[in-house]
């Protein structure tokens, strides 16, 4: 995976970002970079690292990606998701996903977070740590997902609540749904068939999404 530019971006370097030789505009535009920020030295963690992001991957300005946070290809961090890697770590998003607006990423001391390929994190939604999610999940509004391990095309509805359970593949968690033991989720049928294809189309927006907003940045007129 490429890592852009990161060696610009070193932990106590002086004037990291060439900010001195920007007119104030530019500056502007670059002082948003420090929205990738590494994690501090912790007794549980003696080793700060940077994000690492995927040429092809967006994070947007008003994102907070912190510490060992692994963007994969064709990502798209909206404004204002949050993905701190600074309790658990690492947090690994895989090629094609999608964490949209106000998305929160966290984790308890000890564990990590894992992301497949081409999976949507739905606005306002915790993902919290321990948490593994299988390729080409769905994570509706505002829901919870903590303590567990999701399969493969599994689609939690919108405010639903997944603790402390294993979902097989493509099970469908309904709208507001509470999920806290093993019993509910073994009882859990299969997504619907009018939304098997509403993941596969959410991931094709912000796949778009992703090439889209990182042309447009390209296009700034800063030298």
Not at 111 to 136: C, M, Q, T, V
Not at 175 to 181: A, E, F, I, K, P
Request: charged letters at 20%; a negative charge.
């Amino acid at each position: 995976m490429k890592v852009l530019q990161r060696q610009a971006y070193e932990v106590g370097s002086p004037d990291p970002l060439g900010l001195g030789r920007m007119s104030p505009e530019c500056q502007i535009h670059k002082k948003v970079v420090q929205m990738l920020k590494s994690n501090p030295k912790t007794s549980w963690n003696s080793e700060e690292r940077m994000p690492t992001v995927s040429a092809t991957a967006y994070v947007d300005d008003a994102a907070t990606v912190i510490g060992d946070v692994r963007i994969g290809s064709q990502v798209y961090i909206a404004p204002g998701a949050s993905i701190r890697a600074d309790e658990a770590t690492p947090i690994i998003i895989g090629d094609e996903c999608n964490i949209q607006d106000c998305a929160v990423f966290h984790g308890l001391k000890g564990s990590s977070i894992e992301l497949g390929k081409r999976i949507s994190i739905a606005h306002g939604a915790i993902i919290h740590g321990p948490l593994k999610i299988g390729d080409e999940s769905f994570v509706g509004f505002n829901s919870v997902v903590h303590a567990s391990d999701l399969g493969k095309k599994c689609f939690v509805g919108h405010g639903a609540i997944v603790i402390g359970v294993k979902l097989t593949d493509g099970k469908f968690v309904p709208h507001g749904t509470l999920v806290d033991s093993q019993i509910k989720a073994d009882a859990l049928g299969p997504v619907p068939d009018h939304l098997k294809e509403f993941n596969e189309e959410v991931v094709g927006v912000n796949n778009e999404f992703a090439d889209e907003y990182s042309i447009q940045g390209r296009t700034c007129s800063c030298r």
